[in-house]
C-alpha cells in the first residue's frame, strides 16, 4: 500500500512584533534563502538529525518560513534592531514527525521564539542566543539549482490534491531530460518520449515503455508515475528538487549532490 501523509496549515500563535522592516540593512535579507551550515549550543556543536539542515527563507512580503527538517512554518517577521522577531500568527504544515525530527522542530521554533540577534555578512548568515548560535549559508552558494538537462532525477514523493505519499521502490524511479526527449524508468519498465518547453513548463507527450508485466505496488507506482508525467506541467527547481505540478498534484524528484 501507498501511505498517504497529509499536509495542511495549522494556525499556531508566538509571541513577535508583527511589523515589517523592508529597508537599511535588513533589506539584503529580502528574497534569499539561507542553509545552515554549523550549529552550537553552550559553545559545543550540536548534532542535526541526519540529512536535515536548518533552512530560513526570507520572502519579498515581509515574511520568513524555517525548516529543519520536517515541518515547514512560516510568519511575518520583523528584523529591525538587529534582532529577528516572529509575527502571532504562524502557519505550518503538519506532518507526523518521529524521534529526532520531531525534537528538531520543537528546538528551531523556541530558538526563533526568543527574538536571536542576527547577522550579515555578504553570503553568511549568523544567529544567537544566550546558549546557541546558527551559522548559515545563501542556497545559491551553499546549494545550487541543478540542471534541468542531464540530470538523474529519482521520484521522492508523489502529490494528489493535498496528499503526499511516499514508498519505499520510489527510488527506482527515475528520468533525464534532453531537449526533446524524456528517458527513464517507472521501477518496473523503461518508458522514453518527447518534451515540449516553454517557461516554467513542461508539456510531455505520449510515453512508450518497455511491455514487462508489474504487479501489486509495482504495477500500482507504474500508474503514478505515467499519469504524473503526463500533458503540460509546471516545473521549479530547488537545489536538488525538481517540483512538477499541475492542477490535480504532481511529482517531486531529488538529483544527485
Known amino acids: 500500500m501507498i501511505a498517504l501523509a497529509a499536509t495542511v496549515l495549522l494556525a499556531l500563535t508566538a509571541c513577535g ?16 534563502t539561507f542553509l545552515s ?3 552550537t549550543e553552550n559553545g559545543k556543536p550540536r548534532p542535526l538529525a541526519a540529512k536535515s539542515q536548518v533552512r530560513l527563507q526570507f520572502t ?3 515574511r520568513m518560513s524555517w525548516n529543519a527538517g520536517c515541518n515547514t512554518s512560516e510568519t511575518t517577521v520583523s528584523t529591525s534592531d538587529g534582532r529577528l522577531s516572529l509575527g502571532k500568527e504562524i502557519t505550518s504544515t503538519l506532518i507526523g514527525c518521529m524521534g529526532a525530527a520531531q525534537e528538531q522542530d520543537t528546538w528551531i521554533a523556541s530558538v526563533l521564539s526568543t527574538k536571536p540577534a542576527w547577522k550579515l555578512d555578504g553570503d553568511k548568515l549568523v ?6 548560535t546558527i551559522s548559515l549559508l545563501d542556497k545559491e552558494t551553499a546549494q545550487p539549482d541543478l540542471a534541468l538537462d542531464g540530470t538523474k532525477w529519482q521520484l521522492t514523493t508523489v502529490v494528489t ?6 514508498q519505499a521502490g520510489f527510488e527506482k524511479v527515475w528520468m533525464t531530460l534532453n531537449g526533446e526527449r524524456v528517458t527513464g524508468s517507472t521501477g518496473c519498465n523503461e518508458f522514453q518520449g518527447t518534451v515540449a518547453r516553454d517557461t516554467g513548463k513542461l508539456t510531455f ?3 512508450a515503455t518497455t511491455r514487462r508485466a508489474c504487479a501489486g505496488d509495482a504495477a500500482a507506482m507504474e500508474s503514478l508515475v505515467l ?3 503526463k500533458g503540460e506541467l509546471t516545473y521549479t527547481i530547488d537545489g536538488s528538487t525538481l517540483q512538477l505540478r499541475s492542477s490535480g498534484g504532481g511529482l517531486d524528484f531529488t538529483g544527485p549532490r
Not at 544567529?127 to 546557541?132: A, G, Q, R, V
Open 17 to 32: 512584533n508583527e511589523s515589517v522592516t523592508r529597508s537599511g540593512p535588513e533589506a539584503s535579507l529580502t528574497g534569499r
Open 37 to 39: 551550515t554549523e550549529v
Open 60 to 62: 519579498t512580503n515581509g
Open 127 to 132: 544567529l544567537s542566543t544566550e546558549s546557541t
Open 161 to 166: 490534491g493535498e496528499a503526499a505519499s511516499h
Open 205 to 207: 507527450g505520449e510515453l
Open 227 to 229: 499519469k504524473g508525467l
